[in-house]
């Protein structure tokens, strides 16, 4: 099937991606028949500690995205279909009687959370949640943050900050279904667990009704409606959580790929058409979360590129300015270990040193450590990346294991999607193309759900559409392929 070169209506559409480090306002319009997406408004972003807690400034975030629709509106003569909005889960904004923040919302780095967390589990056991919802055990999770919040807050409404987001530019209170099960607050089928909320002693009426990816949730109105190109622009509910935005954006519509959503955290995953909360993928501590279209994003997470950000913040703390393309093409040169290192170690997840924790697990096994000077960062990185993709490859069987699918590709998304390194190395690893999706999925995904709706005359699918404004699919490289026919033969 030959896609079209364009929708119906060719007004420009807005993605929005709220990131806990930065927050950016995408356009998208039709440049000859073509998609053409531009980065209209980036600005950074992160958490501030007060007296109050480690919280986001809302306003602030507002004010810049703000900025960047009125941008887009400067740019976008032909008008504005449709604003999306995704970004990170488990943050909330509580709601007073007025519809208003009643505070700047809470990071979910806040040590809060730990004693709530413990407090939960005397009411309601973790493994009672894990059954009734599907989802990994996290403090960071939702439901800990509410239940560390004041009493008179719990008995507040609430909105997840993506939809939020969508409600301050005009659209109706929702919780958008991938973002939603992020909480730990959703039952296996979709809807808000009326055990959960019981045993928390909530009223489930607080909670925003939940909709699928897609949902139109209003027109936008407000001081941007000044502008021109805004008269009639829809508030769409996309995929609001960003993996799972990111992973929409595939443009792959059989059922034998898994993904990798490579970053400070990999995520491994695949997508199923129901959940998966067997014996084996709760002992494993596989997750069950929304995606597009109806379907499950079952992934595990793995450490992942922090363990390489934590090295260079300490190689460069010797007065040397590390440069990774630099870095990763020099760690080619390294043979394999005969071991790995063990990724799921917890002293790995703490910040600080990291060549040392490294050493450190290295010795605690009887295995030959690594130089930890700056100079030597190559060696390291190299272990470092064949760490990464034996663990990928570990769990990519224990998926194909768990779900009896097998598999025919694995697309690589997000930053570490550039390591072509680390891609051929997951390879030769799995013995499966690696396909590069590229590191800005997450709009694209957020855009082909906009457009799926948009044009739901015909019924599209997220894919298509993803297809669409991808363009051409990276293909695996020539060292990859010829590695993967070296091992076969």
Known sequence: MNPRPRPRDTRALVAIDLGAESCRVSLLRWQSGSP????VHRCANSAVESGGGLRWDLDRILGELYRGLAMCASIAEEGIRSIGVDGWAVDYVRLGADGKPLANPFCYRDTRTKAAEAALMERISSKRMREL???QIAPLNTVYQHFADSAEHQRTPWLNLPEYVLYWLGGRPV???????HTQMVGLDGKWSQ???GAAGWNIEHAPEIVR????VGDLSGHLKAFSPFQETKLIAPCCHDTASAIAAVPDTRNDWAYISSGTWSLVGTLLDSPNNSAESCAANFTNLGAAEGRICFHKSVNGMWLLQQCIQQWSTENNHVNLPSLIETARSFPEKSFVLDLDDPDLLLPGDMPQRINAQLRRRGLPEFSVAAADAPELASFLFRSLAARYADVLAQIARITGKAFGRVYMLGGGSQNEF???LTANATGLPVVRAGTEGSTIGNLAVQLATLE???SPKVAYWAGIL??????PSPAATRERVRAKD
């Open 36 to 39: 053409d997406i531009s980065l």
């Open 213 to 216: 990816p897609g949902t139109t």
């Open 175 to 181: 919780a958008e279904l991938t973002n939603a099960t």
């Open 470 to 475: 991808a363009g051409t699919i990276v293909a």
């Open 422 to 424: 680390l891609n051929e």
């Open 195 to 197: 055990e959960i909320f």
């Open 133 to 135: 919802t599907g989802v």
């Open 456 to 458: 739901s005359e015909e």
